[in-house]
């Protein structure tokens, strides 16, 4: 099989090797994606031996012919070829991306998908108005405490009304309401819990280390010591996720993770998504044994938000659209996922260029504006964030807004290691502790952002840039992007790192992934 791919290859190139020699031969060159098309073509031509049709050189001729007489430059482009011959290159306008059917059909179909949506905010979100805030943050409070309880260290926890501040230890938990370094160099921070507030004095350097990554608003357990009317922090606890064993699939099943896909954007890269679509539909050609195997185990795409850039998000966005209908945006974007094979279970989550409710947590994307999306079989649309099992592993999927947030204040954190940022969200056991930056957060009845449950997988988009690292027991991945440099992040000096696949092996959480920038570097590393 292996060896006939090769034959099929060769025989196909060298029909190519003719047109390019043709060309050239007139003084012209062909770009690389017309190039692309020819190959595609012969490539199709002995999947279907016996088709009458011209040959690739007799069709590059015809091309010259007509640009040498229309003046039309020396470049065979893509769309050239299309317009001449738009019969013959009609797969690529309908189908854009053809698929192998038979890896994909070795794919054990009998392996079904095995899900268990565990929350998803879109249908218990409960509004409240302006004065829900302080609902929201009672929830936030009692949820994290009752997680910082499991720690060993909270057994004397006291209340803030309770301490008494002329001597003695104290363990105390709240919400970071203040923070401000002292004359002295010290930090200076104020608790709040659900009988008071009071203030705290971090000196000793391992104090003031413990003291200087915590954010404001996120609620933590506070180690000190009264001396005379003042708290002088001993230790900052962060509420943290625990060393537990991570749950595993009992079969060998394979979980890709995207994000930040960005159709309608001038920027999608089409050709890069195009490449990853017949990767994944098995393209012939293209793949090597563990390539293979993995497709056949293939079961679950995860999509974590911005799969449009959306309409109006920033400022003069529609001069860097191509599409500036929000409902033609998601039909594009179902356009490209209708070729996801259909035994591959998807799921999408919103994000913040997503049409849905902008405050988090966000309702899946409404029906109205994704009906293509919603028709696909083999979709299914959900909140973000959102937890959910697949083949018994947990899930946390989260577009990942506040990451800007916690980039910007924690130092020493950049957008090239976002997995760092994931950490800060993890330990503080909340994905987005920090209010009133750029984060929208709704005023909601119960703060649906505690990491209540840890999970297996932690997967985050947004910052357009790939991290992942196992922190504890959780595997984090943030997924990158299919947008190339915007403007917005030219000026902001951030390089994002689009194209690039993370996959998961379900049953050892181990990560690998796959790079379709360009044609010929589909490469992958291994990471545990
Ligand atoms: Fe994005
Ligand atoms: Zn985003």
Redesign the pocket.
């Known amino acids: 099989m292996r060896q006939l791919k090769v034959c099929y290859l060769s025989r196909s190139l060298s029909s190519v090797q003719k047109a390019v020699e043709e060309a050239l031969h007139f003084g012209y060159q062909i770009n690389p994606d017309a190039l692309k098309l020819l190959q595609k073509l012969a490539e199709r031509r002995r999947a279907k031996p016996g088709e009458s049709e011209p040959s690739l050189d007799i069709i590059v001729r015809g091309v010259i012919d007509k640009k040498a007489k229309e003046d039309l430059g020396q470049a065979i482009e893509s769309n050239d070829l299309k317009e001449m011959y738009p019969e013959l290159f009609d797969f690529v306008e309908v189908g854009q991306v053809r698929v192998e059917v038979s890896v994909v059909e070795k794919a054990n179909t009998t392996n079904k998908p095995d899900v268990e949506i565990i929350e998803d905010p879109s249908f218990d979100i409960q509004p409240t108005g302006v004065e829900g805030f302080s609902q929201l943050f009672k929830s936030r409070y009692e949820k994290i405490v009752r997680i910082l309880m499991e720690r060993p260290e909270a057994r004397q926890l006291t209340k803030i009304s309770k301490v008494n501040m002329e001597k003695g230890n104290v363990k105390i938990a709240g919400l970071v309401f203040s923070k401000k370094p002292t004359k002295t160099g010290g930090l200076e921070f104020t608790l709040d819990d659900d009988t008071g507030n009071t203030s705290l004095l971090a000196l000793s350097p391992e104090a003031k280390k413990s003291a200087s990554d915590i954010a404001l608003d996120q609620c933590v357990m506070v180690d000190a010591e009264a001396v005379q009317g003042k708290l002088i922090v001993k230790n900052v606890i962060q509420p943290d996720i625990p060393n537990k064993l991570a749950s595993t699939s009992k079969k060998t099943v394979y979980a890709i993770f995207l994000s930040?896909l960005?159709i309608g954007s001038n920027k999608f890269m089409d050709s890069a998504f195009n490449r990853f679509l017949e990767w994944l539909g098995g393209l012939g050609g293209m793949l090597n044994e563990e390539d293979e195997e993995i497709i056949r185990r293939l079961k679950y795409v995860i999509i974590g938000g911005?799969v449009v850039d959306g309409v109006g998000v920033f400022p003069n966005q529609e001069y860097e659209l191509v599409e500036q209908n929000i409902y033609k945006q998601y039909e594009m974007v179902s356009e490209k996922l209708k070729l996801v094979p259909k035994h591959l279970q998807m799921f999408v989550i919103p994000?913040n260029?997503d049409a849905t409710r902008q405050a988090l947590p966000q309702p899946m994307i409404p029906r109205k504006y994704a009906e293509s999306l919603y028709s696909l079989p083999n979709m299914r649309m959900l909140g973000d964030p959102c937890l959910f099992k697949l083949h018994g592993v947990s899930v946390l999927a989260y577009h990942g807004r506040s990451l800007d947030d916690v980039l910007a204040t924690t130092p020493g954190l950049s957008y090239e290691k976002p997995e760092e940022a994931m950490k800060v969200l993890l330990r503080a056991r909340h994905l987005a502790p920090i209010f009133g930056l750029r984060t929208p957060i709704a005023p909601e009845i119960q703060d649906h952002l505690v990491i209540d449950e840890v999970p297996d997988i932690f997967h985050t988009?947004?910052v357009?840039t790939v991290g992942y690292e196992r922190y504890k027991s959780t595997l984090m991945i943030n997924s990158g992007?299919w947008q190339a440099q915007t403007g917005y992040q030219a000026n902001l000096g951030i390089s994002p790192r689009p194209g690039i696949v993370p996959i998961v092996n379900l049953a050892t959480i181990e990560i690998t992934w796959r790079e379709f920038l360009t044609s010929t570097s589909v490469s992958s590393k291994q990471v545990v």
């Open positions: 930040d960005h911005d994000g260029h988009g947004h357009h992007t």
